[in-house]
């Protein structure tokens, strides 16, 4: 399968293993004995080697290294044990692969393939369920772009409820990606006075209605800081986030002006009914607590030749999407011959979503 | 100590190098999107992935206005009471009108623009019922009533089949498919009412309880 | 094979050191391990349910943590104030106080990577930032420059006093040209460390209150103020409970370090003060939250208002000569300025930035018991750490722990 892959990561492991097994002489892998004196006892592990590999406190390194180490220990013992069952053994290897596995956008379409297929697998193994997960590519040609008519929208929330439904958000924390805006008339944008938490009858009275999400800037802040390249902008121009990447520093969240960005405070929950089974790996796969999601402009769906989510069930046809490099789309005509505006184009963001009026 | 100062030295000059060379996997840089958008579509050939698969049952047929073709879903086989003249065998002028006798289609009732502007014979033609008629008397097809509403509405019409009014149907990518104007707003009372918004969560809550 | 076994006697005499002492002492570092336990429990409970014990949200996902990892990297940086006049100037009074400065440095490091793997989401996974084996966003993310600068330093924290230390423990002179490059070495790095730290606020385009050219300078003055304040009152906690001489001369000379700093830090105040408020924009707004309350939300209001008078109150003290070399005055000038600052980096600095969101919505952020159970467990980790070193490297300076050849 990955054998390169593996053995390299193995060795590596192996090195800072033999360092790390040694050094806890009260026996606890993670959390710390009080009695421990970090720096006078690891002068014995003095070598400078040890020093300038880890690029970080060893003590934490040593933490987190064991936590997952004794996953993968775990992981190991139970494949590597004749009592436990086959599926037992099956699922410690896919953890145990997919906790060591590298950044999506390094990975090869074969390596793709395979954290796909395992990711299949072990969610068939833990529900009994089969989903679909694909890895579909960038097409040639295509740069997405979205436009957004605020004279159409009526405030009536149907694109925050598809989307939900489409992407497998948290329900617990009530995760919504898109926010539907309702300001009055006369002030402007003024998004100080507006409220994107009404639930009354629309439109209301003297107020219109405009949605933010993640507007796919072409110039992302958000990518810039990312300190391990987990999130990225695909050459189709989709601002995308290996899950699995994020570390959950949260420097993102802090970068994205437009509040495009959601983070799992907790492990996120979707009850089972309700899981969307067409999947992408970038997209509406489950993710973990501790990781960055947003909206992707349901790349399960735009690189298969579909709309977004909310695209399609806004029922005023307020939402536009498509191709920016096709001079015939739909989108081209309306950045053409309308009058179209970004939100905080100061900011040199180049966002990729643009707003007009009839 | 020269030596050792040296070595930081070198170290620095190696770090400052290291920084302004660093690999940065960026490909051409535009300085805005306008102009990426320019230079990238210059050798555009279409795309590989379509959005026929999406486009679902409706019944569509193609129209050219302008400088713009797509996809309408057909209207005829759509309508009830399509051919009128399965009823209407006589022209509308030859029928009672002393208000003994209902009125046919009774429960539609025109809220649209005032008496001055719009009455049933304005769009419909008495004398050839399985057609609508123009302003100026020429029949339109009712396959194409768009072409009535285009008389007033002349600026939704521009933005309708630019791409800008009204809603798509199946993907973003060709071919393209629209609805037409009745496909949404009813010709008798095109005005859409206000609802309730959709809310996904609190209400998947109190439906699962 | 020599050093080696010098290195492991002066491992079993640092031990007997740490493990040995007065009753304060002893109760001192019961007191410490207790919270470092109440601090090591809380964080199970975060890694367990993630962070949504803590109170951080989405409107503003830097809380506790971070506000106590941008004022430790200050402290931290403050070393350098002791290094740079007894290594570059040969300032004799500095001598002793300074390897006090680089154990603090340590403690006040480990402390930073503590509390910023506490913030993590995903702690496991902590290796996908190392070069070769993950990825290292450099030098795009200012955070990977963090990561390099403040790990650089804790190195030179670590060896150089190690090497005086293990000399001196020796009965020998260290030798200038070993530790002189990295003495040197440590006083640009430790500036560059609070820049660099400063910059990843700094250059944010998305946070407004950040997003301005004196944040950088405005970090080093309230280090370098807050820093030495701290160095004070542990040389002052030192001489008390030591037999480790440290001259009045030193103390005073440090508090004149501490004096033009903090009288730096307040005139960069006025400066931001004055850009805020004299023609207020809509980039405003999170300094008005700060201040005044923004809608009737002002939960930092109080914080603010401690901290900026207790700020001046610490510089007007600390600018009168009289009061400065009064050392009670000094220690508790000292003490409150310390307290206004940690409050101003923090909760005056970290929190704001966050309000209003980025669509003006406010939301305001109470950090929960956790977060500042484990917040309290760091420090006295940190605190420890330093104690640790602080007596190997004072029993090794006043003769006490030496090498005996056997």
Not at chain 2, 7 to 20: E, P, Q, R, S, T
Not at chain 3, 310 to 320: M, W
Request: proline share 4%; hydrophobic share 40%.
């Amino acid at each position: 399968m990955s054998e390169n892959k593996k053995k390299w990561f193995s060795l590596n492991l192996n090195s800072t293993k033999k360092q790390n097994s040694g050094s806890c002489g009260c026996g606890k892998t993670s959390g710390d004995c009080g009695s421990h004196n970090p720096v006078v006892k690891e002068k014995p592990k003095d070598g400078f080697e040890q020093v300038f590999d880890v690029k970080m406190d060893r003590r934490s390194a040593f933490k987190q290294l064991t936590a997952s180490l004794a996953i993968g220990a775990g992981a190991v013992s139970t494949s590597c044990s004749m009592l436990a069952g086959d599926e037992t053994k099956e699922k410690a290897q896919i953890d145990w692969e997919e906790q060591f596995k590298g950044n999506y956008k390094l990975m090869t379409n074969e390596e793709k393939k395979d954290t796909v297929d395992r990711l299949v697998r072990s969610y068939q193994l833990r529900t009994g369920k089969a989903i679909n997960i694909s890895s579909e590519n960038a097409k040639k040609d295509v740069l997405f772009g979205y436009a957004f008519n605020i004279s159409k929208c009526q405030g009536y929330m149907d694109c925050v409820s598809a989307c939900v439904e489409e992407n497998n958000q948290d329900r617990n924390s009530e995760m919504q990606y898109i926010r539907i805006h309702e300001m009055k008339d006369g002030k402007g944008f003024n998004f100080n006075e507006a409220d994107d938490n009404y639930y009354h009858e629309v439109p209301a009275e003297g107020h219109f209605y405009m949605g933010t999400q993640c507007f796919h800037c072409d110039n992302p802040p958000c990518v810039e800081v990312c300190p391990v390249n987990a999130t990225w902008r695909e050459e189709d121009g989709l601002v995308v986030i290996d899950y699995d990447w994020c570390v959950g520093c949260r420097y993102c969240m802090a970068a994205c002006p437009y509040d495009g960005r959601r983070f799992n405070w907790s492990t996120p929950e979707v009850p089972e009914e309700e899981v969307n089974k067409n999947q992408h790996y970038l997209g509406n796969r489950m993710r973990k607590k501790g990781v960055m999601e947003k909206c992707t402009f349901c790349v399960q769906r735009s690189r298969a030749g579909q709309n977004p989510a909310c695209v399609e069930a806004c029922p005023t046809g307020a939402r536009i999407f498509g191709n920016l490099l096709d001079p015939d789309s739909t989108l081209r005509w309306v950045l053409e011959n309308k009058k179209v505006f970004r939100l905080k184009e100061d900011l040199g963001t180049e966002p990729k979503f643009w707003y007009f009026m009839d | 100590m020269n030596m050792r100062s040296n070595i930081y030295i070198v170290g620095y000059a190696l770090f400052f190098v290291l920084v302004f060379f660093s690999c940065k996997d960026h490909g051409p840089e535009y300085h805005t999107i306008m102009d990426k958008i320019e230079a990238e579509s210059k050798n555009y050939h279409g795309v590989s992935v379509s959005s026929e698969n999406y486009l679902g049952d409706i019944k569509l047929m193609e129209i050219t206005e302008g400088d713009d073709t797509f996809l309408i879903p057909e209207r005829k086989s759509q309508i009830k009471s399509f051919n009128c003249t399965e009823c209407h065998l006589r022209p509308l002028k030859t029928l009672k009108m002393d208000g003994t006798v209902k009125k046919a289609h009774w429960d539609i009732t025109l809220v649209h623009a005032n008496e001055n502007t719009l009455n049933c014979i304005t769009c419909h033609d008495g004398s050839s019922m399985d057609n609508l008629k123009s302003l100026t008397g020429n029949a339109i097809d009712f396959n194409n009533s768009y072409n009535l509403c285009s008389q007033c509405h002349t600026k939704q019409f521009d933005d309708w089949k630019g791409g800008a009014h009204g809603k798509r149907i199946g993907g973003w990518a060709p071919p393209r498919a629209a609805m037409t104007c009745v496909n949404c707003h009813d010709p008798h009372d095109p005005h859409i009412a206000s609802k309730w918004p959709v809310r996904y969560n609190s209400q998947k809550a109190i439906e699962r309880k | 094979m020599e050093t080696i076994r010098v290195f492991k006697s002066l491992v079993v005499d640092s031990f007997d050191a740490i493990t040995q002492g007065t009753k304060i002492y002893h109760l001192w570092m019961a007191f410490l391990t207790f919270v470092m336990l109440v601090g090591m429990y809380c964080y199970s409970i975060q890694i367990e349910e993630g962070l949504s014990v803590t109170g951080m949200t989405d409107s503003v996902s830097w809380g506790l943590y971070i506000s106590n990892f941008t004022f430790l990297v200050g402290v931290a940086a403050a070393a350098v104030m002791l290094v740079m006049p007894t290594y570059i100037l040969k300032d004799i009074d500095f001598k002793q106080a300074v390897l006090i400065g680089e154990g603090l440095a340590v403690a006040a490091l480990i402390m930073c990577l503590a509390f910023v793997v506490a913030d993590m989401g995903g702690p496991s996974v902590l290796w996908h930032m190392l070069p070769i084996v993950g990825v290292f966003n450099f030098p795009n993310s200012m955070l990977t420059w963090d990561v390099i600068a403040l790990n650089g330093y804790l190195i030179i924290n670590i060896t150089i006093p190690f090497y005086i230390l293990f000399r001196h423990y020796q009965n020998k002179e260290a030798k200038s040209k070993v530790y002189l490059p990295g003495a040197l070495l440590s006083v640009f790095w430790a500036v560059g460390i609070h820049l660099v730290t400063a910059f990843l606020y700094q250059g944010l385009q998305a946070k407004p209150f950040w997003n301005n050219a004196l944040l950088g300078p405005r970090f080093l003055a309230s280090a370098f103020a807050a820093g030495p304040a701290l160095i004070i009152l542990i040389l002052a906690i030192i001489r008390t409970y030591t037999e480790f001489k440290i001259e009045n001369k030193t103390i005073k000379k440090i508090a004149l370090v501490v004096t033009v700093a903090a009288q730096i830090n307040l005139i960069m105040l006025v400066s931001e003060l004055f850009k805020e408020f004299y023609a207020p924009t809509h980039h405003s707004e999170s300094a008005y939250y700060l201040f005044f309350g923004l809608h009737g939300k002002n939960a930092l209001m109080p914080w603010i208002w401690t901290a900026i008078p207790l700020n001046v109150l610490a510089t007007v003290l600390l600018t009168f000569h009289k009061l400065r070399n009064n050392f009670k005055v000094l220690f508790f000038a000292c003490f409150i300025l310390f307290v206004a600052i940690w409050i101003e980096k923090g909760f005056g600095l970290i929190v704001p930035g966050f309000i209003p969101g980025p669509y003006g919505k406010i939301t305001e952020y109470t950090p929960t018991g956790i977060e500042i159970g484990v917040t309290i467990g760091i420090w006295a980790m940190g605190a420890f750490v330093f104690t640790i070193l602080a007596r190997t490297a004072i029993g090794i300076e006043i003769g006490k722990l030496r090498y005996k050849k056997k």
